[in-house]
């Protein structure tokens, strides 16, 4: 039987470093050409000017996104002091600005960690005006570039950690309301965040900014990791398509090691009834999902509830990579 328009066969999970510039859909668009595979999808938004860290699903393994997704991720992240912005970030028009007195006198009498400090743990964050999230049914960002900002709600997120890395002054380009631009020599600190799902950098950034009453932006961001994955294990799409064009392998991830399920071996008769959908009996786990795998395969995410396993997500022909 021949494959449908568009399948491969391939089934599996790439980490990738992206690049600036490109979006997170300019990303799936390359590895649907690099794979000959249609169903691709990111599990994680990057904005354009953000590098790092994104898993992508190929294959059937897009199935798994709504667990990936989930995961605590890392950033480094750079705030440049002294001037807020509609985005939040450094592509944004200059709202309001401070003196390079205030900056000066602020800096000195502030200490960096223990304003980090003041910004872990359980936050309500109000996301930035230019985000993904929708409010009955109209996104966030489109609405702002009409001149409409959404009234969006705060959000329930979790910093675990915010440790300084660095520190000192840089040449920071402002655009102004106008659309000119201008270059000052701004101080900014470089910053190690550990987040849970939700959680906006350039939130962070702004609210650290008004906290210290001088303004502030998210001058750049670069996601270090994801779960346990980081991103000295990703591949840049380059060596991506290096590979694929040489007819290597490609650099598929641990799809059970990214889960961070429990990991159960299955027999035949198991994978029988996996693959067929079925509960699976004689299962001695801790209540929550399990990772079942077979041959080096993920084929199933279950669900063990009150002493009952049964499927979640079933991946037919399973994904591959698990070693």
């Known amino acids: 039987m021949s494959r ?6 391939l089934c599996g999970v790439l980490a990738l470093d992206k690049p600036y510039g490109m979006t997170s859909h300019d990303v799936v668009n390359r590895v649907r050409q690099i794979t000959g595979e249609r169903r691709v999808g990111h599990a994680g938004t990057l904005d354009p000017a953000a590098t790092g860290l994104m ?10 996104s709504e667990y990936l997704t989930g995961h605590d991720k890392g950033y480094d992240a750079r705030i440049v002091f002294g001037a807020a912005t509609d985005t939040d970030d450094a592509q944004g028009r200059t709202l309001a600005s401070a003196s390079d007195g205030e900056l000066a006198d602020i800096m000195r009498s502030v200490d960096a960690q223990a304003i980090l400090d003041e910004f872990t743990g359980e936050l309500e964050q109000l996301p930035p005006a230019y985000s ?6 109209v ?3 489109k609405a702002a570039r009409e001149g409409t900002c959404l009234e969006l709600e705060a959000r329930h997120v979790t910093v675990y950690g915010a440790q300084l890395v660095g520190a000192g002054v840089c040449e920071a380009k402002l655009i102004c309301a106008d659309g000119s631009t201008s270059v000052r020599v701004l101080p900014f600190w470089d910053v190690h965040f ?5 959680t906006y950098i350039r939130a962070l950034a702004r609210d650290i900014g008004a906290y210290l009453g001088c303004g502030a932006h998210l001058g750049s961001l670069r996601r270090t990791s994801v779960a346990t994955m980081g991103i000295d294990e990703a591949c840049s799409i ?39 959908g079925r509960e699976l009996t004689d299962i001695s786990a801790d209540e929550g999902m399990i ?33």
């Not at 550990?194 to 939700?198: A, P």
Request: with cysteine; hydrophobic share 45%.
């Open 139 to 141: 996104v966030a960002y």
């Open 55 to 64: 898993l992508v699903g190929v294959g059937a393994a897009t199935r798994l």
């Open 291 to 323: 990772s079942c795998i077979r041959d080096n395969k993920l084929l199933a995410v279950y669900n063990f509830v009150a002493g009952a396993c049964r499927p979640a997500t079933v991946i037919p022909g399973g994904v591959i990579g698990v070693g």
């Open 194 to 198: 550990d987040v849970s799902k939700g």
């Open 4 to 9: 449908r328009r568009g399948a491969s066969g």
């Open 132 to 137: 993904a999230i929708k409010k009955n049914g």
């Open 238 to 276: 380059d060596e991506l398509a290096n590979r694929a064009e040489a007819g290597g392998v490609l650099p598929w991830c641990d799809p059970a090691r990214l889960l961070g399920f429990p990991v159960i071996e299955l027999g035949e008769q198991q994978a029988q009834c996996v693959a067929n």
